[in-house]
DNA sequence: TAGTGGTCTAGACCACAAA
DNA sequence: TTGTGGTCTAGACCACTAG
């Protein structure tokens, strides 16, 4: 009541109601009205407090139930988005000159780590991706692919000197599916060299399987420089 | 068409549309029909379908304009869910059992490094401390935060030897907003000695700083042991 | 069993941007 | 100017679950 009550208008009904969370009048885990009471306070319909309650409870800020009712979450288990562009994007976006430079490709075994890491027989042939990223320059990250013949078909090396395999992957075969991982790594020997860092340099490790439905695209690593930093927010 | 036609189910629509753009049936830039048309196409109302899209829209794969009508994604710029729980329940959660042991605790002048970061005079002394966190008795991250003293009133020394400065925080000043930057670094002495790690063993440092409203509440630095893995996942 | 949120309808008006 | 999505209403029925 004595927070402002705009009327009839589901983004500042939100925001009243996330201002009593924030502001403590509002506890963890207590019992908030009913959507029906909510509804005769701000003069509206359920439909428009049940969306802002809705957004709320998607954001993490209420928990609801049938017959439960709604309570203020007691774990507020906020979600940091985190971006997964296209490589050349990001470095785009952080302002500097991109530079790309393919270092190899072409089928191999599947590395033995990655073919456990995957489930997979280590006899099966991958292409085998390894190329550079620069930023104004400066070796700024390695990335190593590997990617299942069969659904990257009409990839070629040649294709690979001109455009990085993430452009190709995201015009012929996105993904629907990704897990990733990041750890931070020494960087190994052959990394270390390209990146012209330090052996044994810390290095953000970067790995991402990726799969078209149920259909296994590949696996990527990626090293950064040392200094390299991920960037999120609430 | 071809496409199953589950009548006047918002998620059956959501899941038969994100397959026609996931299938390329819709490419990414193509132009799709207005909601009134798949609303007879669905044989729902507007709302219904205007749901469905909305959520698509929310969730990266669609661009919509008024006037401009409802297009695919060009850059599909997909946001990996990054959690940011209270570190005991992350453990928790991995299925280990917690332990933690403050280390330090106390009025201190501001790192050098720490205050540059959030541009303040290093003259401003805050709330520092120090702990360790075991996942089934082993080391397995250190925590240093700098907390401003009068944003944390009331958390004593004494309250942070029973309690992590997370629980008490959630509970007594939680953040609304926070940065949140990750980088691999070196393990400095304190910590790789605290982590019962080789020295320059490469670490996995979170650092986040949080505000309350506009009000400062202080800085986290999260060093993992090596190894330690962030994962997440589209 | 009863009460709560979840969803859908059929209609309306409005805001914005393209033509 | 006009067509599109964005929002709201007033009502209804349903699904889940706490008591």
Known sequence: MTLSSAKTDWKAIRRDLLGRIQSGVWKPGDQIPREVELAAHYDCTRSTVGRALRDLATAGFLDRKRKGGTTVSANPVRKAPLEVPIISEAIRKAGYEVGYQLLRAGERQLDQTAAAELGLP????????EALYLADGTPYQIEHRWLLPATVVGLTPEILEEMPADEWLLRNVPLTRAQIMIEAVHAPKDVADALQIAPDSPSLLIRR????????????????APGHRLVTGI
Do not use: M, N, P
């Open 122 to 129: 280590d006899a099966a042939r991958f292409l085998s991706i």
């Open 209 to 224: 399987t990726s799969w078209r439905a149920t259909q296994l695209i590949g696996v990527l690593h990626l090293y950064h």
